[in-house]
């Protein structure tokens, strides 16, 4: 069954603002788009879920100005386990999602943001 977009995005939003920003409360968020996304197949959303790891607070900087800090949730990871890779982070006072980069291990930079879960994961 298929939702229409609008109602899509109006549950979304819904979710987005009820949720407390817990590491269940961030990981259902994740999991309700990749469910409800008529832009993924099954078969997308499977790999997709492969990526996925329990939320976790990180301390992320800036690309751009080393001095700026955010503490986001790190929710998807390119390679995971890996020293470096492209990361996916949720933005609970901005609600948004977007793109990071872990470097050996433990420094995360911020890149940028995307708006939804989907919409990022396109932008890597």
Request: hydrophobic residues 35%; aromatic residues 12%; charged residues 30%.
């Amino acid at each position: 069954m298929r939702i229409p977009k609008l109602l899509f995005i109006v549950l979304l939003l819904a979710a987005c603002r009820n949720q407390n920003a817990t590491a269940d409360g961030v990981a259902e968020m994740v999991k309700r788009q990749i469910k409800f996304s008529v832009e993924l197949d099954s078969v997308q959303k499977r790999g997709i879920e492969r990526h996925l790891i329990i939320p976790k607070k990180e301390r992320y900087i800036s690309d751009k100005d080393s001095s700026k800090v955010f503490h986001l949730w790190t929710v998807y990871e390119e390679s995971p386990g890996s020293e470096k890779c492209r990361v996916i982070f949720y933005d609970e006072e901005e609600k948004k999602y977007g793109l990071g980069i872990k470097m050996n291990g433990k420094v995360y930079y911020w890149a940028s943001y995307y708006g939804d879960f989907i919409r990022t994961l396109k932008g890597m």
